[in-house]
């Protein structure tokens, strides 16, 4: 593969990954540095390792892995879409506001929404395996295109969750739900 070719395929994989952090932006009350950091290195690193373990797999379990994609996917974001909007609800009329961060860049949370945006980079490694590409360079530059994003869609999120306020949250729900289903629909087109 080319470099740019490659490039496309970064951009393409990073997208869904940069949609949930304009998410997690807009969901959280106070957005620093390290919260950026921390969402593009995670989906940066998910975006990175899911190719290789695609590549690993091979031939072998490519049918098994293409099938259930979207169903991970469509549960995954589906799931933390409506944990998000349900939070949301049961903030509309607080005694005090809410602290949010820790359940928007919390472990758990980042790590299921990194496996969830990163399946389809799996399958990406499945075909670097079946047209005998080397898997460093595409490796290198989708967890690096993805790194980006992420921490400058964090940001994008941020302004919208300000101009937003609490209906940020359901806006943020809606969008991972409506990101699973995409990809859900994607499967049968």
Not at 144 to 153: A, E, H, L, R, S
Not at 166 to 186: D, S
Request: hydrophobic fraction near 50%.
């Amino acid at each position: 593969m080319d470099f740019f070719t490659l490039m496309l395929l970064a951009l393409g994989l990073a997208a869904d990954a940069f949609a949930v952090s304009i998410s997690n932006g807009m969901c959280s009350n106070h957005i620093q540095k390290k919260h950026a950091f921390i969402t593009g290195l995670t989906f940066g690193s998910f975006q990175a390792i899911m190719p290789i373990i695609g590549y690993l797999l091979g031939k072998t379990f490519f049918e098994f892995v293409h099938r259930y994609q979207h169903w991970v996917a469509l549960f995954l974001l589906g799931a933390i879409g409506i944990n998000m909007i349900t939070d949301a609800a049961k903030e509309r009329h607080p005694t005090q506001k809410p602290d949010r961060r820790e359940a928007v860049f919390n472990a758990k949370s980042l790590t299921l929404q990194g496996t969830a945006t990163s399946i389809d980079a799996m399958a990406a490694g499945l075909s670097f395996a079946v047209l005998d590409t080397p898997i460093l360079t595409p490796v290198l530059l989708i967890g690096i295109t993805t790194f980006i994003f992420c921490f400058i869609g964090v940001y994008i999120g941020k302004i919208f969750g300000t101009i937003l306020g609490n209906r940020a949250r359901f806006a943020g729900g809606i969008l991972l739900i409506l990101i699973g289903i995409k990809t859900f629909i994607e499967a049968y087109l």
